[in-house]
Nanobody, 120 residues
């Protein structure tokens, strides 16, 4: 069973950037589709971006203009680079495996996530 650990969150002003790593243990990530999700206060968790095992990427709507998902199979990690952050990006960010598109149910237990707060 994979254990996923998200990190890199923090407090940032609007227009700032953050890079979120996702590390996995107990499972080699190279063969899996992977994705980032987020859950804002009072809202359901939502798909943010996904990356297939061969590197094909998908994004939710216009997030592709500001976010970049990538993976480092050699180090069993995935990343989410977030630029030009906005207050509406404030959420807890999670990673998971098994999906690279929105209409899909991921297969690993959810980790603790990492909090991203965008505020002036």
């Amino acid at each position: 069973q994979a254990q996923l650990v998200e990190s890199g969150g923090g407090f940032v002003q609007p227009g700032g950037s953050l890079r979120l790593p996702c590390a996995a243990s107990g499972r080699r990530l190279s063969m899996y589709d992977m994705a980032w999700y987020r859950q804002a206060p009072g809202k359901q968790r939502e798909f943010v971006a996904g990356i297939g095992s061969r590197g094909t990427t998908n994004y939710k709507g216009s997030l592709r203009d500001r976010f970049t998902i990538s993976r480092d199979n050699a180090n069993n990690r995935m990343y989410l680079q977030m630029n030009n952050l906005k207050p509406e990006d404030t959420a807890v960010y999670f990673c998971n495996v098994g999906c690279s598109i929105e209409k899909c149910r991921p297969i690993a237990p959810w980790g603790q996530g990492t909090q991203v707060t965008v505020s002036s």
